[in-house]
């Protein structure tokens, strides 16, 4: 069964450093998004993909945050400095068409030290 | 923000009897609720969902029901299965107004299933 993979598992960064966070969604699925859970919190939208621009973004996702799908199978978070309250576990979600569900990965846990 | 809201954190069900968890939402745009289990260090993974224009839908040994004036949701499973211990998450979308789809999500509340 085609499933949404995510690389790496676990990140450990220190604050101020530039992390990217990739995901690679299932083959034929055309929207895209990054939600985050910071721990013990709910699951929180980031921002959801498009026809390769952004089609909605919540307030979590400032300036610092962008997002690429840099050759047709990748799918990239990236965090331009990071802060400590960026540590959270993110998940990628992809499905085929707008009412059709949503599909996570398995997670990538981000530590900012 | 509390658009989508799990009240109960944890629920103990003994394996054979039904497990019942509960969803409010108050966001009125909401026409499409999903409910996705969770195990630790995994991503949500989809269970079953339910259309604004039904109110109930059934997929085996899990059932959603919803009660729109009540904005209310709820998930069945019966039997419960040791299997089935994880955290449920209650996830809503306003699919009509053209929002890309994103999700809400209530807390979560974590199904134990004792032997």
């Known amino acids: 069964e085609p499933e949404v993979t995510q690389t790496p598992s676990h990140q450990v960064t220190q604050m101020g450093q530039e992390v990217i966070l990739r995901c690679v969604p299932i083959?034929?699925?055309?929207?895209f998004y990054w939600y985050r859970q910071i721990l013990g919190q709910k699951v929180e939208f980031l921002v959801s993909f498009y026809n390769n621009e952004i089609s909605e973004k919540s307030e979590i996702f400032d300036d610092q945050f962008s997002v690429e799908r840099p050759d047709g199978s990748n799918f990239t978070l990236k965090i331009r400095s990071t802060k400590l309250e960026d540590s959270a576990m993110y998940f990628c979600?992809?499905?085929?068409?707008?009412?059709?569900?949503?599909?996570f990965g398995p997670g990538t846990r981000l530590t900012v030290l | 923000d509390q658009q989508v809201k799990q009240n109960s954190p944890s629920l103990s069900v003994q394996e054979g009897r039904i497990s019942i968890l509960n969803c409010d939402y108050t966001?009125?745009?909401?026409?499409?609720f999903l409910w996705y289990k969770k195990y630790p260090a995994e991503g949500p993974t989809f269970l079953i969902s339910?259309?604004?224009?039904?109110d109930k839908n059934e997929d085996g040994r899990f059932t959603v029901f919803l009660n729109k004036s009540a904005k209310h949701l709820s998930l069945h499973i019966v039997p419960s299965q040791p299997g089935d211990s994880a955290v449920y998450f209650c996830?809503?979308?306003?699919?009509?107004?053209?929002?890309?789809?994103?999700?809400?999500f209530g807390g979560g509340t974590r199904l134990m299933v004792k032997p």
């Open positions: 979600a992809s499905i085929a068409g707008v009412i059709d569900t949503q599909y």
């Open positions: 083959s034929n699925h055309l929207y």
């Open positions: 339910i259309s604004s224009i039904k």
């Open positions: 996830a809503a979308s306003a699919r009509r107004s053209g929002a890309g789809n994103m999700l809400t």
């Open positions: 966001n009125s745009m909401f026409d499409y």
